[in-house]
């Protein structure tokens, strides 16, 4: 990751943030144009397939030395993961992807609101919520499918907010000494904000879904006894969340190897979606306050609005635009940290 920091040391850190959320929106705009050809749930899962191969490759967490608590934490953020990623490809089949977006936030704004303290973060669910309503409400008006993709973004939301929880049950349960603040994929930078999104992959957000990552670590071989690093427990995360789906995924996705075309878009979207998006957080990370990054991670969904604008011609209502801002403000309000 020495190479990623090098790359975006000029470069100011909102401006690396959007680029991060452009990449994983077109990488979301790029599966929907695969839906005419292979189901959302199987482009969901040759993503995370690819992107595990490319993380495997990358990282070679077989070089770490993994105990039985890393591996099943691993394990356990894979199939939340995987779960999360082909919920929102469902969820985007049939919705706009600014809408999809946006309401995929009601899950950590919930958590934040439901854990949190302050009034701040009472109110932050409160707007979300108005937002989320409105939201649905334009959507439903656009016939009976929106119905499933509602129920799909929330299946996503409730498996982001799951795996906010569950990775904060891991940092607290990490040695004080461990690698990361929360070893399998949970970030350093927790403190800051809860969510990263993934179609997100929370910390990968990685994140399908998803995003989300431990220690940054530089280029050097690990030691022997080194323990796992965030982005080595992610590449072992999305391997599992792909074997879980294997069963019931693999066999539709067989044809897409056998067609350069459909194979080349598929790395496209993992490497747009998943891949870039991380490396690019990962600067961003470093160089911001928790109050910055509240705000751009409200900047989220309208980038996804504006991507599915550009590309997908997707035009959104007033209605769903004061929707979309209602949530933006209900980020704002619940990842932002006093101090």
Do not use: K
Request: hydrophobic fraction near 60%; charged fraction near 15%.
């Amino acid at each position: 990751m020495t190479a990623d920091v090098h790359a975006g040391r000029g470069v100011p850190a909102p401006v690396l943030f959007l680029g991060s959320g452009l990449t994983q929106y077109l990488g979301a705009a790029l599966a929907v144009g695969l839906f005419a050809v292979l189901t959302a749930p199987t482009v969901a899962w040759l993503r995370i397939a690819v992107s595990a191969v490319v993380l495997l490759a990358w990282r070679r967490p077989w070089r770490f030395r993994w105990t039985r608590a890393d591996l099943l934490a691993s394990a356990l953020f894979g199939a939340v993961l995987a779960a999360m990623n082909v919920a929102f490809y469902v969820a985007i089949e049939v919705l706009p992807l600014g809408t999809a977006v946006a309401v995929e936030f009601a899950g950590p704004v919930a958590v934040a609101a439901l854990t949190g303290r302050s009034v701040r973060e009472r109110v932050a669910i409160a707007v979300a919520a108005a937002g989320v309503v409105l939201l649905a409400g334009v959507s439903l008006d656009a016939g009976p499918d929106a119905g499933r993709g509602l129920v799909a973004i929330g299946v996503s939301a409730v498996c982001w907010a799951g795996y906010i929880l569950l990775g904060r049950r891991v940092a607290h349960g990490r040695a004080e000494g461990d690698v990361g603040a929360g070893g399998a994929g949970v970030p350093d930078d927790a403190a800051r904000a809860d969510a990263v999104p993934g179609d997100a992959v929370p910390g990968e957000v990685v994140r399908d879904d998803a995003g989300p990552a431990g220690q940054r670590s530089g280029g050097a071989a690990p030691a022997a006894s080194a323990r796992p690093d965030g982005v080595s427990s992610l590449a072992v995360a999305m391997t599992v969340g792909a074997l879980v789906f294997a069963p019931f995924l693999a066999a539709p996705a067989a044809p897409v190897l056998r067609d350069p075309h459909l194979l080349g878009l598929v790395v496209g979207i993992a490497v747009f979606s998943s891949v870039v998006p991380y490396a690019i957080e990962q600067v961003v990370l470093r160089r911001v306050t928790a109050a910055t990054f509240a705000v751009l991670l409200a900047m989220l969904p309208a980038t996804a609005a504006v991507t599915g604008v550009v590309v997908l011609r997707q035009l959104p209502t007033w209605g769903e635009v004061a929707g979309l801002a209602l949530v933006s403000v209900a980020i704002v309000l619940s990842a932002r940290r006093a101090g």
